[in-house]
């Protein structure tokens, strides 16, 4: 084939500047763009993540830290952090990629913590109006108080992560403070599953307690369950209040980690009113798009990824 584009200085070569090198911010544009399209495509105003992580920034950190030393950990496992920016630029991004309202997940890891996170999640709710409020929790003397009190002060979210707190869920210290959130109506992102390490409280047991005194408990939970993905299903099967969220999970990373069973995808379609969005961001090894292509891929239809990807969460939380 005959080439006739133009030789370099000849007829029809450009006359005007050299275009400037692309930089850093141009892939995120770029990034920020094909989110928008993915659901305006869908049709929707945007989207709702119920799992994003923002935190006082020295915690953060220490999160990152962690995250970085798992290659020597594990023998192996990478795991960059793909927006490694601060605070407000990873606010920024969320906004450019469209997303109305995400969460502050944050927790604690030792007795005397959760007051102090609470306190400064309620800051930053406060200067941050699309950031669900959000709390925490931690099985002490005391927890009832401050959870009543992080209520009072507008809390509209909670955090527990039975992983790195290394508690037990149906604690008798906890039992007070499920049934105020249940009585409330107040969703709790609880990362329960058993990935990416299992923990002496992970899996689905313990919570089957909790949800066995408190059947009206909001409960989301985290990673869809993963790896223990059926047990969980069947858990939002028997509880009407029992939500999962989506957080890693289909990725081209989790697949190869913890794939979720083909045959449980009818299952997941079936509760597709009670499947939220979430991302983990700013802590996930991959773009933010791809855990919104790892869904779509999916097949289980436009109405399912609607649900999922906005009107389940906007529902939830009022929006």
């Not at 800051?123 to 927890?143: I, K, Q, S």
């Not at 791809?290 to 779509?296: I, N, R, T």
């Amino acid at each position: 084939m005959d080439d006739h584009r133009a030789a370099p200085g000849g007829p029809g070569a450009p006359t005007g500047p050299a275009p400037a090198p692309a930089r850093a911010d141009d892939g995120a544009r770029d990034e920020a763009a094909e989110v928008r399209r993915f659901w305006t495509e869908l049709g929707l105003p945007g989207l709702v993540d119920v799992h994003t992580h923002f935190m006082p920034e020295r915690v953060l950190h220490k999160v990152w830290d962690y995250f970085d030393a798992l290659g020597s950990l594990t023998g192996g496992l990478r795991w960059p952090i793909t927006y490694r920016q601060e605070e407000a630029e990873r606010t920024a991004v969320l906004r450019g990629f469209g997303v109305r309202a995400f969460t502050a997940m944050l927790y604690p890891h030792k007795p005397g913590m959760a007051r102090w996170l609470n306190g400064w999640a309620a800051d930053f709710a406060h200067r941050t109006p699309d950031c669900l409020h959000t709390a925490t929790l931690y099985p002490e003397p005391g927890v009832e108080t401050y959870v009543r009190e992080a209520v009072e002060a507008g809390a509209r979210v909670f955090k527990a992560h039975v992983q790195v707190g290394a508690y037990d869920p149906a604690d008798e210290l906890l039992r007070p403070a499920w049934g105020l959130l249940a009585e409330a109506g107040i969703p709790v992102v609880i990362h329960c599953g058993s990935g990416p390490a299992p923990g002496k409280h992970t899996g689905p047991e313990p919570i089957a307690r909790v949800l066995a005194r408190h059947p009206r408990l909001r409960l989301v939970v985290a990673h869809l369950g993963m790896p223990e993905y059926e047990e969980f299903l069947g858990l939002a099967e028997r509880y009407g209040e029992v939500r999962l969220d989506t957080t890693m999970t289909f990725t081209d990373f989790a697949e190869e980690l913890a794939p979720f069973p083909h045959r449980a995808l009818p299952r997941l379609a079936a509760l597709g009113d009670r499947v939220l969005l979430g991302s983990d961001f700013p802590n996930i090894p991959y773009p933010y798009l791809h855990q919104l292509h790892a869904l779509e891929r999916l097949g289980l239809g436009e109405d399912w990824l609607r649900a999922v990807c906005h009107d389940n969460g906007a529902l939830l939380f009022g929006l």
